[in-house]
T-cell receptor, first 108, second 114 residues
């Protein structure tokens, strides 16, 4: 039931854009996105509830397609501070599952 | 500072021993969750407490147990430790259901079993 993320890893230059995808085999009620820097705790970015909404957080936004059971995280004009591992998270029954993770590295 | 406090930050112990990890949730949050993160396993859900009651169990071993006290702090007890238990253990809190509010994570306890 763990959602699958793609790509597994991506390297960007500052200012470039990236898309991270999250796909689940189960029906989704909500999708969360978190960023974790090496050796630190995951930090909550945003949550998208059922309804296909799109949300934004600075230059980071996300969409949620409940029919396709997918979510995408969009990072525009990437900054060095965006480096880290991004996790999506989805609910299944009474449990919450984090995705497989996407390592994002932004270089100057 | 996220408001979620975990102690200790680091713990080194021998196989077969027992340890207790402590978590104080963010003020006002009633839900406490425990997660284990190891290099090859990602973030694995262990257990969820809401206002003192166990609400959900994940892949938590029988050697592990947890509880949430009336003041809402929580403890995760790990016993008969094995080398494979070495990992980062995170506590997270939420005002209510994570469906609506999301998690606020503590800084974690790094457990090394030698």
């Amino acid at each position: 039931q763990q959602p699958v993320q793609s790509p597994q890893a991506v390297i960007l230059r500052e200012g470039e854009d990236a898309v991270i995808n999250c796909s689940s085999s189960k029906a989704l009620y909500s999708v969360h996105w978190y960023r974790q820097k090496h050796g630190e705790a995951p930090v909550f970015l945003m949550i998208l509830l059922k309804g296909g909404e799109q949300k934004g957080h600075e230059k980071i936004s996300a969409s949620f397609n409940e029919k396709k059971q997918q979510s995408s995280l969009y990072l525009t004009a990437s900054q060095l501070s965006y480096s880290g591992t991004y996790f999506c998270g989805t609910e299944g029954g009474n449990q919450f599952y984090f995705g497989t993770g996407t390592s994002l590295t932004v270089i100057p | 500072d996220s408001g979620v406090t975990q102690t200790p930050k680091h713990l080194i112990t021998a196989t077969g021993q027992r340890v207790t990890l402590r978590c104080s949730p963010r003020s006002g949050d009633l839900s406490v969750y425990w997660y284990q993160q190891s290099l090859d396993q990602g973030l694995q859900f262990l257990i969820h407490y809401y206002n003192g009651e166990e609400r959900a169990k994940g892949n938590i071993l029988e050697r592990f147990s947890a509880q949430q006290f009336p003041d809402l702090h929580s403890e995760l007890n790990l016993s008969s430790l094995e080398l494979g238990d070495s990992a980062l253990y995170f506590c997270a809190s939420s005002p209510g259901t994570v469906r609506t509010y999301g998690y606020t994570f503590g800084s974690g306890t790094r457990l090394t079993v030698v």
